[in-house]
């Protein structure tokens, strides 16, 4: 798109643009693919937005990217010294994404957009919608915590939703890929920052709302209003939602939206979707469930374990439903939902022994993966986590309390404590360990820890790795450094002469 066509688009899009030309440059004679807010993603043919953040304004960044070729920028106030056009709008983070579908062509309007929101179980849940569309035989691009899919691509994520530039450009290559849905997480920052708006959906989930990052919301209805935006602002005409109706915040969502939305649960068995674990096994969990699929209750086999994951199955379900997609399809797609990297990842030692993975990183999270490893295990649960630094703090005793409560060996190390001493972190995690049992141990170098916890595991045990699943990195004071959980659990394996297999469920 020609620079001058993008600029009277956004003009008629957008109130308040206005522009400032450079001098000697043709905006008819530029010509311009793409919109990033990363001045190291610039280059010719870009459009570098500058976003003011809470560390960093991108405005400072402007003639970094001018340097490596952006050909404009899109900033809030006019920039001296800058020898390209600007684009001048208040707001960028939130109007970024407006601006980004402007010129991508709209790829909203060529997809079924399907969006998930909570605390806990949004990962999962995206991955079993996409399972159950690839079953109905519909391409779907997926963004979420792990990776990104454009349908043919996967790519690391670096936010749980990517800012509205990127997700706008995600849209653009799903399309491009032959695509006709996207699954995605919506985090409560992302709402509440604007990095959705531009995107509208046609469906959404809710999961839950537990205790986590009120470093940043203060308080749990602050959060709540942050999750019910995306039910009130960011969804189409004839949108329909999935709600958790065992959570209180659920039930309120489902009070307040009616007739758009269907609750689901396992303890009210009035509600649309409703499911009882029928038993557990190291292959999965037998549950019974009553949907609208038929007048009579199913039953059939996840390959999954934990009341927390027959949930989020729910909301899967309840989406299909929502969506059109048959019982048949939807079971099928639900049932061949493939393994999570970072969820329940179980790897089985040859002396018997399980190593379980899982990002779980708050006191509900956490409680729920150690209820699940407790129903399967067949001797000694020993968990090993800690918490994030620059995040919410009321958690870490919480999270120190489910784990004395739940597991027979309770290892607390650092997680990702950034600018914080994680001796402090680890600490406050301790003290609420300690109100249950004194026989914890604080080990603060990671791997140190993690070997600690194999060097004790044996037949019919289960160690959980908590807090930091698939991540590649842990984040120092200094920046990142290369860490993963199962690398550390192969090189001691290594080391120690032992072989290992990933198992099944666990």
Not at 122 to 134: Q, R
Not at 327 to 346: C, H, M, N, V, Y
Not at 472 to 500: A, H, S, T, Y
Request: charged content about 25%; hydrophobic content about 40%.
């Amino acid at each position: 798109m020609r620079l001058n066509e993008f600029q009277t688009l956004l003009k008629k899009h957008i109130p308040g643009v206005d522009f400032h030309a450079a001098e000697d440059m043709d905006p008819d004679g530029i010509e311009i693919e793409r919109l990033v807010s990363d001045s190291a993603m610039s280059g010719p043919d870009t459009i570098f937005a500058c976003v003011p953040g809470e560390h960093c304004d991108g405005h400072d960044y402007a003639s970094k990217a001018v340097a490596m070729g952006a050909c404009a920028v899109f900033c809030e106030h006019r920039i001296e010294g800058i020898s390209v056009p600007q684009i001048i709008c208040h707001d960028i983070r939130r109007n970024m994404g407006k601006a980004a579908s402007i010129l991508y062509g709209d790829p909203l309007a060529k997809l079924t957009m399907i969006a998930v929101t909570g605390t806990n179980g949004k990962t999962t849940s995206v991955f079993m919608v996409k399972s159950i569309l690839k079953s109905a035989g519909v391409k779907t691009g997926l963004l979420g915590t792990v990776f990104c899919d454009d349908g043919n691509v996967l790519e690391d994520a670096q936010h749980t939703t990517p800012e509205g530039s990127d997700l706008q450009y995600w849209l653009h290559r799903m399309v491009n890929n032959g695509c006709r849905a996207c699954v995605m997480e919506a985090s409560s920052h992302a709402i509440d920052q604007g990095r959705i708006e531009g995107t509208l959906y046609d469906v959404a989930g809710f999961t839950n709302l537990t205790v986590d990052h009120l470093n940043y919301h203060k308080d749990m209805e602050s959060y709540f209003r942050a999750k019910r935006k995306l039910f009130k602002h960011y969804m189409r005409n004839n949108w329909h939602g999935a709600v958790n109706i065992d959570d209180n915040y659920g039930l309120r969502l489902f009070n307040e939206f009616g007739c758009r939305v269907v609750g689901y649960s396992m303890k009210d068995e009035d509600a649309m979707f409703y499911a009882v674990s029928r038993g557990s096994a190291p292959e999965g969990t037998d549950v019974e469930i009553k949907t609208p699929f038929s007048d009579n209750a199913d039953v059939l086999r996840l390959p999954f374990i934990g009341d927390h994951n027959i949930m989020n199955a729910l909301q899967a379900l309840s989406i299909a439903w929502l969506l059109g997609i048959d019982k048949q399809t939807a079971f099928d797609g639900l049932t061949k939902t493939e393994r999570i990297p970072g969820r329940l990842e179980s790897y089985m030692i040859d002396n018997g022994g399980v190593c379980v993975i899982d990002f779980a990183h708050n006191p509900d999270g956490l409680e729920k993966i150690l209820t699940a490893l407790r129903s399967v295990c067949k001797g000694k649960l020993s968990v090993a986590f800690g918490a994030s630094g620059e995040s919410d703090q009321t958690k870490r005793p919480l999270m120190g309390e489910v784990a004395a409560r739940l597991a027979d060996k309770i290892i607390i190390t650092s997680d990702n404590p950034r600018s914080e001493d994680p001796n402090v972190i680890a600490s406050e995690v301790e003290a609420g360990a300690k109100k249950y049992t004194a026989d914890c141990k604080v080990i603060i170098d990671r791997e140190s820890a993690i070997y600690e916890g194999l060097n004790d595991i044996a037949q019919g045990d289960i160690l959980l790795l908590a807090g930091k699943g698939p991540e590649r990195c842990q984040m120092l004071k200094d920046g990142p450094v290369p860490f993963q959980d199962r690398d550390v659990m192969l090189e001691w394996c290594r080391i120690n002469g032992r072989e290992v297999l990933q198992c099944g469920i666990i």
